[in-house]
């Protein structure tokens, strides 16, 4: 198995790979994020945390592109990505997963995570028709591709199952996987361990740090297990009521008395 695997090598630079600055998003009178602004280092682990409301979603939703400010400026790698299509930001290695699943339960596992791959695929409607050289070699190539993540994630037994007969754990552990194989370089998570038990949520924790470390991708992860933000994040930022209220070491976030306030006190995070 090829991935590319970037061990040793420093979690922040001097240049962050997002800066979200001064963010204000509203929905008619109702206001989703109020002046929110921070940066995001390459190869860490960012969590977003807060009560339900505080428009988490939404922040995630302005970095790929389903939602636009009204007012500030969202950098990805130094451009300017404000305005620009979701589907360019995929190019550009912004990648997502969701709160609710997002998959194709009438396809088999590894169609779901070849369709991740539409972004590389250059071969036309007509040359795939008539099974064209160009297809067959990039046939070829995406599938090892999505070979190399489904040994990495440890779905080989399910590859062609179809995936609305998974268990959740396992569908989840799918989108991940068709997030993958787009290649990211920021990967958004939205509560991606909703639903799950201790032992589906401890695999994919293991997954996500395999993913930081070895692929050296950056995540940026909204949940509400905070045993389990705690645990994996290099830095928190908490948000209230649309505002950054917080942000900093896991240890810092523990003990800030607005995080408490705001969000902790009926929180587990021993």
């Not at 929905?27 to 280092?41: D, M, P, Q, R, T």
């Not at 990505?81 to 088999?108: D, W």
């Not at 993540?149 to 068709?178: Q, T």
């Not at 909204?222 to 942000?247: P, T």
């Amino acid at each position: 198995m090829i991935l590319n695997i970037i061990p040793g090598e420093m979690k922040t630079t001097s240049v962050p790979i997002l800066n979200f600055e001064n963010i204000h998003l509203s929905f008619g009178g109702i206001a989703a994020l109020l002046g929110v602004s921070f940066k995001v280092w390459p190869k860490e682990v960012l969590s977003i945390i807060g009560p339900n409301g505080a428009g988490k979603t939404c922040l995630l939703n302005c970095i790929n592109g389903f939602y636009k400010p009204q007012k500030g400026n969202i950098l990805f790698q130094g451009q300017d990505v404000t305005h620009v299509p979701c589907h360019k930001r995929a190019e550009m290695g912004i990648a997502r997963t969701f709160q609710n699943l997002a998959i194709y339960s009438g396809l088999s596992t590894i169609d779901n995570i070849l369709t991740g791959r539409h972004i590389f695929m250059k071969s036309n409607t007509l040359s795939c028709g008539i099974w064209y050289r160009l297809a067959q070699k990039e046939e070829v190539r995406h599938r090892a591709r999505v070979e190399e993540i489904i040994d990495f994630l440890e779905i080989e037994a399910i590859r062609n199952h179809m995936v609305g007969s998974l268990p959740y754990g396992l569908r989840k552990r799918v989108e991940l996987a068709r997030a993958l194989s787009l290649e990211p370089q920021l990967l958004l998570l939205d509560e991606p361990m909703a639903g799950m038990n201790l032992e589906e949520k401890e695999d994919m924790a293991r997954f996500f740090l395999d993913v930081n470390e070895r692929m050296g991708v950056t995540l940026m992860l909204i949940e509400h297990d905070m045993g389990v933000v705690m645990d994996i994040s290099d830095r928190i930022v908490v948000l209230d009521f649309g505002k950054k209220i917080a942000e900093g070491l896991p240890k810092e976030i523990r003990k800030d008395p607005k995080v408490i306030k705001a969000y902790l006190m009926d929180e587990s995070i021993s």
